[in-house]
C-alpha cells in the first residue's frame, strides 16, 4: 500500500482528466496513510516518507507548470 496515493491519482485522473482534483487526492491518500500508521502507534516506513514527498514536491511541480 505504499503507492496507494500514486493509484489513486492514476485512476481519479484517467477518469476525470482533472489535475488538481487528482493532485489533491494523491496528497490527502498520502498523509492520511502516514497519520493512521501514526495514531495507531506504528512507526512509519522510510518508503512511506518518500512517497509522501514525492507526492507532494511533484504534485506541487504539476500544478505550477499545468498550462490548460
Known sequence: LDF???IAFLIVFLATGNLYLATGLAVVVSLAQVAAAKLRG???????????G?????GVAAL???DG
Do not use: C, E, N, R
Open 4 to 6: 496507494l496515493s500514486a
Open 42 to 52: 506504528k512507526t512509519v516506513d522510510p518508503m512511506q516518507w518518500f512517497v509522501l
Open 54 to 58: 514525492l507526492v507532494v514536491v511533484l
Open 64 to 66: 505550477i507548470a499545468h
